[in-house]
């Protein structure tokens, strides 16, 4: 039976997944603004949070304020996705029913991001920085989709709520 997508624990999911996400998104693009105000330690703090996961190449990055986002064109189209779909309202269950359609929906996401990353090497297409954001902005919406309602189920059916708890917490002194 799939989880209810109007469930409060999948309202909660989908807050804590937008909130988070906004989070990262802000420190992406406050990293140059803090540049740009002399507030290099805090800038500096952020860049080096970004530097596992992100190449953070000047040349592959947008540009803030005079300075390098702290992370690259497709990372930034990545987390702006993953924000986005966080954002997005499900009515009823996610539209990922069968796994054949849940396949299909992660192919059509992960094809183009990988077809930008691969053909250049092979001289068959030349990626731009547009090219590298809409391939990470749809990666990101297909990876967040996936996401909330894997966090929302999780809090539905979290272990910390199959705990037995304990008689004399509730009072039950016998």
Same mark, same amino acid.
């Given at each position: 039976?799939?989880?209810?997508?109007?469930?409060?624990?999948?309202?909660?999911?989908?807050?804590?997944?937008?909130?988070?996400?906004?989070?990262?998104?802000?420190?992406?693009?406050?990293?140059?603004?803090? @540049?740009?105000?002399?507030?290099?330690?805090?800038?500096?703090?952020?860049?080096?949070?970004?530097?596992?996961?992100?190449?953070?190449?000047?040349?592959?990055?947008?540009?803030?304020?005079?300075?390098?986002?702290?992370?690259?064109?497709?990372?930034?189209?990545?987390?702006?996705?993953?924000?986005?779909?966080?954002?997005?309202?499900?009515?009823?269950?996610?539209?990922?029913?069968?796994?054949? @359609?849940?396949?299909?929906?992660?192919?059509?996401?992960?094809?183009?991001?990988?077809?930008?990353?691969?053909?250049?090497?092979?001289?068959?297409?030349?990626?731009?920085?547009?090219?590298?954001?809409?391939?990470?902005?749809?990666?990101?919406?297909?990876?967040?989709?996936?996401?909330?309602?894997?966090? @929302?189920?999780?809090?539905?059916?979290?272990?910390?709520?199959?705990?037995?708890?304990?008689?004399?917490?509730?009072?039950?002194?016998?």
């Amino acid at each position: 039976m799939p989880f209810p997508a109007a469930s409060p624990d999948f309202r909660t999911g989908r807050f804590l997944m937008a909130f988070f996400w906004g989070l990262i998104c802000a420190a992406v693009a406050g990293a140059p603004v803090l @540049s740009g105000y002399t507030h290099s330690t805090a800038a500096g703090f952020i860049y080096l949070f970004f530097a596992p996961i992100c190449h953070q190449l000047p040349a592959r990055s947008f540009f803030v304020a005079g300075h390098p986002m702290a992370v690259c064109h497709r990372c930034t189209g990545i987390y702006a996705g993953l924000f986005l779909s966080s954002l997005i309202r499900f009515d009823n269950d996610p539209p990922l029913g069968s796994l054949i @359609s849940l396949r299909l929906f992660v192919l059509s996401g992960s094809a183009p991001i990988l077809l930008d990353a691969v053909l250049p090497y092979a001289g068959l297409w030349t990626n731009t920085p547009l090219s590298r954001t809409s391939t990470g902005l749809i990666f990101g919406v297909v990876l967040g989709c996936l996401l909330v309602p894997g966090i @929302s189920e999780f809090l539905h059916e979290a272990p910390w709520r199959r705990l037995p708890v304990a008689s004399h917490i509730k009072g039950d002194i016998s």
